[in-house]
């Protein structure tokens, strides 16, 4: 494998890839015998922590049953409903196999709607490693810019972070979603939201429903099954049906498989009434708390911001960014230093600065990873 990973964000991590040999709530156990108390949660799926019971039972009950059918379950009809009930853009959807692919089907479903090949993307979003075609980048929060550019009538589709959780939890800036939201009806554009990260972690309908902006379509992954390789593209009607038609096209041998259908079901209805992710909200908050406590004490400029559920920390910035140019004056090289000192500690943090928090970091654990954060930012000043 080059590098020794199969992914390029596994590559570079400091001091070195890890490798595990299993996981239990909010711990992951490396092959050399070391509990670490882990906020990576597989880059963020892990929303119930890694050994759910509703979840691992489910899944164990439908290995008994089949593994994949080459057809659908009644699991996969469930899981559509449940979802849709749920997501305030969702009148139908499809089921994918991963948070990339997902995307694809989107942006395939807006051309073919609009007829229209250019795509507006912004600066720091991530959706994806698979190349996106004609895009063109602008600066998120600017309202201006992007009406600027939409008036020219060829955008096929605006895509976007509804809050830009890939890089710096940035909240979108008062009026900009709602704005955009206009904008894209007024122009005949496709508004799509990526809730890869926000979808079932900062509300059960993700952030459209927290802000209160409907897009067009949105595409789902991590949270959505706990771990499990499912992803969604959902949205309105008439779009959806184009996979229908033959405009756009749809498919994989994996998609909506039995067993991540099961693990699915069971991840919805556990966060269906939002009372895991309410329960998370004290917990983050004390934790973001504790972490710019501790850096603040070691003299360690930095800024913690974000959701109680996911949040970041900005080593070497002093005020909130509001864009991904202000995400330029982070100390990356003493973030990956202070990522290091943790790790020695027990805790592992990502080292682009997100942390995932999930329903299995207790009171104990949060305490622990402050009383870690306090000793790693003292060995990092100066």
Known sequence: ?????????????????????????????????NRLIDYYLGMG????????????????????????YGGQSALEAEAAELFC???????????????SEAVQAALALARAATGRRIVVDFEGHYHGWIPRGEVELLTWNDLAAL?????????????????????????????YLEGARAACSRHGTVLIFDEVITGFRVAPGGAQQLFGVTPDLA???????????????????DLLDLFVTGAAMHGGTYNANPVSMAATLA????????????????????????????????????????FPQIFHVGLGLTEPARDHRDLARVDRVRYVRFCGELLAR???????GAWFLSAA?????????????????????G
């Open 1 to 33: 494998m080059p590098g020794g990973v199969s992914s390029n964000f596994r590559h570079g991590i400091s001091p070195t890839p890890l490798v595990f040999e299993r996981a239990e709530g909010p711990w992951l156990f490396d092959v050399d015998g």
């Open 45 to 68: 799926p892990m929303i119930l922590g890694h050994t759910p019971e509703p979840v691992l039972r489910a899944v164990a009950g439908q290995l008994q049953r089949g593994i994949l």
């Open 85 to 99: 009930s749920l997501v305030p853009c969702a009148e139908k959807l499809r089921f994918a196999s991963s948070g």
């Open 147 to 175: 009406e600027a550019r939409l008036s020219d009538g060829d955008v096929a589709a605006v895509i976007m972070e509804p809050a830009m959780c890939n890089a710096g939890a940035i909240a979108p800036a008062p009026g």
């Open 219 to 237: 595409t789902f992954g991590k949270c959505v099954a706990n771990g499990f390789p499912v992803a969604v593209v959902a949205g309105r009607a």
């Open 267 to 306: 991840t919805l209805r556990a966060l269906a009434d939002g009372s895991v992710l309410r329960a998370l909200e004290a917990p983050g908050r004390r934790l973001m708390q504790g972490l710019d406590a501790a850096l603040r004490a070691a003299g360690v400029p930095a800024v913690v911001t974000g």
């Open 346 to 352: 027990r805790v592992r943090a990502l080292e682009r």
């Open 361 to 381: 970091h207790d009171d104990a654990v949060i305490d622990e990873t402050i009383e870690a954060a306090a000793a790693a930012a003292m060995a990092i000043r």
